[in-house]
């Protein structure tokens, strides 16, 4: 195995590159250590004076991150002076090629989950653009820390908040505050997260975290104690974004559940018939448990409109349909109109015993006789002339019933001739 070891360290020196010369011996260094071969101090010390010997000092300085990097992630002390020499000598570089040392340097006290050091590194950072996406990146990479490691939670809130009161273009800064919402999310700070919301200045990036706090205290069961927080910033979101911008946060509640507080939103602060209908046909496609629940919240006015959107829908997508949702409508008392597109819908499930009760329901001579027809229709299709006649004789308007009942027996007929050619 030694020889093995001597022979690999040996023949790095036909890497002809070398940046790569020396970041290869930094690897094999890392690897050595994990397997307590002392040969490791030789891989180190090679890849030094490697780095060391690049004439080009924009490439030296990326070598000697690269080894840098690789001593810290085996936990050598020395790895702190090589970062602290890169940041030092660099400062002789032509502005852009140091920014990018920096940017580098800061990625790899990121990798290494040296979040303090990273922030050294990005303020160094003279582009404003390059500067914010570096903070940006230390931030969620923080943010991802944070969920392992509880214990240093106050701390890199901190950082995190450094990062972001340094960050200055769009739209980098509404996602760091993406970031720090979700640490106090995790801090149980929810009246924190919600308030700072609000000082999210991109449109997505405010929707996406009112979502997470919606979603979040939903999981933990305290959503029902911050609606009328969450309400209030909606309110003031949608005067800073637009009213659709409401829509989406009663989308948010309804897709959480959160079922009536969606309905109240829309009602208190007018966002009309249109949007409740678009959040039933969201819940339609995304979270059909949660739909009963929102129509049970709906006034029988409001179901009159909402209660068509919803059946048209499920007329022309029957397999997004269920009992409790079709149940949760009849409830509502929701206009012999939507009562009409009920029978249409049963008879396309199947249920035609569903479909004459909810027939029977209707009052109006007319959409009656339009739902019996409906039945009607269908029973003869199954060849079941006796009873499609009786529908058609449960229609009141004699003229009507009369016309239907011609209808089924002609049909009826022609189907009888067409079957005597079939055989023959």
């Not at 079709?326 to 569903?354: C, H, N």
């Not at 019933?401 to 050619?421: P, T």
Request: hydrophobic share 45%; glycine share 6%.
């Amino acid at each position: 195995m030694r020889m093995l070891v001597d022979e690999i360290i040996s023949s790095i020196e036909i890497i002809q590159d070398p940046y790569l010369r020396a970041a290869t011996y930094a690897k094999i260094g890392e690897r050595l250590v994990a397997m307590k071969d002392e040969h490791f101090k030789l891989a180190f010390t090679r890849a030094l004076e490697n780095a060391n010997s690049i004439d080009d000092p924009p490439t030296m300085f990326r070598a000697l991150l690269a080894v840098g990097y690789s001593l810290k992630k085996v936990g050598i002390k020395s790895a702190n002076r090589i970062f602290q020499q890169v940041l030092e000598g660099s400062r002789l570089l032509a502005q852009e090629d140091r920014d990018f040392i920096m940017h580098t340097a800061a990625k790899y006290m990121v990798a290494a989950g040296d979040i303090g050091g990273a922030l050294i590194f990005a303020m160094e950072i003279q582009n404003i653009q390059l500067k914010d996406i570096t903070l940006f990146e230390i931030i969620k990479r923080n943010t991802s820390l944070l969920e392992k490691d509880q214990i240093k939670i106050a701390y890199r809130l901190r950082k995190s908040r450094l990062a972001l009161d340094n960050i200055t273009l769009e739209p980098y800064r509404s996602k760091a505050y993406l970031e720090l919402i979700k640490i106090h999310l995790n801090l149980g700070s929810y009246e924190k997260a919600i308030s700072m919301i609000e000082e999210i200045e991109r449109k997505p990036w405010a929707k996406l975290a009112f979502k997470e706090v919606v979603f979040h205290l939903k999981d933990r069961d305290a959503l029902s104690q911050y609606i009328p927080l969450l309400e209030q910033a909606a309110q003031r979101l949608s005067e800073k974004f637009g009213e659709d911008f409401l829509v989406e946060m009663g989308r948010a509640f309804a897709l959480s559940g959160a079922t009536e507080p969606a309905v109240n939103l829309i009602r208190k602060f007018g966002g009309g018939m249109e949007s409740l209908s678009e959040i039933a046909l969201t819940l339609i496609e995304k979270n059909p448990r949660a739909l009963p629940g929102f129509i049970d919240a709906l006034s029988s006015e409001e179901m009159e409109v909402i209660g068509k959107d919803i059946m048209n829908h499920l007329l022309e997508h029957p397999e997004r349909g269920n009992p409790e949702i079709i149940g949760a409508i009849e409830r509502k008392s929701p206009g012999e109109e939507v009562l009409v597109k009920i029978v249409r819908y049963r008879i396309l499930k199947g249920d035609i015993d569903g479909a004459r009760r909810t027939a029977a329901e209707i009052k109006d001579r007319k959409l009656r006789s339009i739902a019996l027809t409906d039945v009607a229709n269908y029973l003869l299709k199954e060849n079941s002339l006796s009873e499609a006649i009786d529908a058609a004789l449960e229609v009141k308007d004699p003229r009507f019933s009369s016309i239907l009942i011609s209808e089924i027996l002609l049909r009826a007929l022609d189907n009888e001739i067409m079957e005597r050619k079939v055989r023959g």
